[in-house]
């Protein structure tokens, strides 16, 4: 198994190219996340972090660089192959939620599951395992619109995990949440990661949230400006020695 699971080399984002107003968003990043690892980019507004993670959940392509997949390289991959990689082994939190709106809680859950074929029992005894692991079991029947922000956000989590993930791509999850349903998403994105082992990449303006990640790289303007531990991993480390 791959001890690797994100390698982007010398990754290139230009928009626009070639006209007179072309847009160099990405330049030369290069960074590697180990597999089980939870990492967070922080940046500022326009720094091409949600850029960057659109380039890694394979919703854009690079101008140029590569970008290998957990041991497979995917940048000359069909849009096919890429919605396949998208669906079976990325899993997606926007602050938006970008839930369906005339679907309740637990068919959203089973959506993806859906497109990868899971037949209708395992569908629905999984999309129940999962609300109940974010504690939204009383909840599975409402529509979106019934549900406060932290709980659709918790919806929204569910479904990310729907197809058992090899990474979760989480983009600035709690930046339309209260500070204390915030804390309660956050809970729940350390719990996954503890019980799961699942790679998660947190996008953030937000040092606080940062702070609590296994490794913090930030962007600016388009380039990786450094990289250091957290200081809850600092120590825990030395809490080890």
């Known amino acids: 198994m791959n001890e690797i699971m994100i390698d982007v080399r010398d990754l290139v984002k230009k928009f626009y190219i070639g006209s007179p107003n072309e847009l160099l968003i990405l330049k030369n990043i290069s960074l590697t996340v180990k597999r089980g690892e939870f990492i967070s980019i922080v940046g500022a507004s326009g720094s091409g972090k949600s850029t ?3 380039v890694i959940g394979a919703l854009d392509r690079p101008t140029s660089g590569e970008y290998i997949l957990d041991g497979t390289s995917i940048q000359d991959m069909s849009d096919n192959e890429l919605s396949d990689i998208r669906n079976k082994k990325i899993g997606f939190v926007f602050q938006t939620f970008n839930l369906i709106p005339r679907s309740s ?3 959203n859950v089973e959506l993806p599951m859906l497109y ?3 037949n209708k029992k395992e569908r629905r005894e999984k999309a129940e395992n999962l609300l109940e692991l974010v504690g939204m079991a009383d909840r599975m029947h409402h529509l979106p619109n019934e549900l406060s922000g932290g709980q659709k956000q918790r919806v929204a989590i569910s479904r990310a995990l729907s197809n058992e993930p090899a990474i979760m ?3 600035e999850p709690t930046g339309s949440l209260d500070s204390d349903t ?7 994105f350390h719990k996954i990661h503890e019980t799961k082992g699942t790679t998660i990449v947190l996008i ?3 040092d606080e949230l940062a702070d609590e990640t296994d490794r913090i790289i930030t962007i600016k303007d388009g380039r990786i400006l450094g990289e250091k531990k957290s200081p809850h991993l600092q120590m825990s480390e030395l809490k080890g020695r």
Do not use: E, S
Not at 182 to 188: A, E, L
């Open 182 to 188: 915030g804390r309660m998403v956050m809970d729940i």
């Open 105 to 107: 809680a637990i068919k």
């Open 52 to 54: 960057l993670m659109n």
């Open 116 to 118: 990868a074929g899971v």
């Open 169 to 171: 791509l989480v983009d």
């Open 204 to 206: 953030t303006h937000n």
